[in-house]
């Protein structure tokens, strides 16, 4: 009895439902912008977390005018969800990977970072399971999720002393500090 409890109890906090929630706009390719509300998927306890990994492949969103339009990565640009638990997202689709996803555009610089949601959506929430990415003069990257460090390393070789720091991985950055390393990256070229 006490199994089945627990099962149950289990099952029901992994429960998603869709909701009309967040608010926000979506860009189209001939940069048309659409203010809208979003169709996500949003946990049942908390209906201000949405899981990110449910837009990875189509949005679906209610325009200002009632419609319901539905679009896959080859129709937008961007489209940006706003008031979540965990902040605004941005989503950006890519030629470079035949526009079959959308992107979380996390930092925009010389080198952008971007987090590629997987599509299990019982993982633990909005934030776990994703691949990273980073584009850099036109290419787009994914981190080896086993040789992160080497990996992204490779991009930040032309500054050479922030390359020594992450690559030593003793004294100075760890792998779950790549965001930091970037952003300290374009701080250094942004002029």
């Known amino acids: 009895m006490k199994k089945t409890l627990l099962l149950f109890v289990l099952a029901l906090t992994s429960i998603n439902f869709y909701a009309q929630k967040f608010n926000g706009y979506v ?3 001939v940069n048309d912008t659409i203010k809208c509300n ?20 189509k949005v679906k969103i209610l325009d200002e005018k009632g419609e319901k339009i539905s679009f896959e990565p080859s129709q937008l640009n961007s489209f940006i969800i ?6 605004d997202f941005k989503f950006v689709s890519f030629q470079e990977d035949g526009y ?10 010389r ?7 997987k599509a299990d959506l019982y993982s633990g929430g909005p934030n776990s399971g994703f691949d990273v990415f980073v584009y850099k003069e ?3 990257n994914k981190l080896a999720a086993f040789n992160q460090r080497k990996s992204l390393g490779e991009v930040i070789s032309d500054y050479p002393e922030l390359h020594q720091k992450w690559m030593d991985s003793n004294n100075f950055y760890k792998v779950y500090q790549r965001e930091e390393v970037v952003n300290i990256y374009n701080e250094h070229f942004k002029n």
């Not at 169709?39 to 990110?52: H, K």
């Not at 706003?82 to 902040?87: A, P, R």
């Not at 080198?111 to 949601?117: D, E, F, P, R, V």
Request: no cysteine; aromatic share 26%.
């Open 38 to 57: 979003f169709f996500v998927e949003t946990n049942l306890f908390n209906d201000s977390m949405f899981y990110a990994n449910s837009v990875r492949k």
């Open 111 to 117: 080198i952008s970072y971007y987090k590629l949601y």
């Open 100 to 109: 079959n996803y959308f992107y979380h555009e996390v930092i925009k610089g």
């Open 27 to 29: 860009v189209t390719n």
């Open 82 to 87: 706003k008031g979540t638990k965990f902040g």
């Open 138 to 140: 036109n290419k787009f």
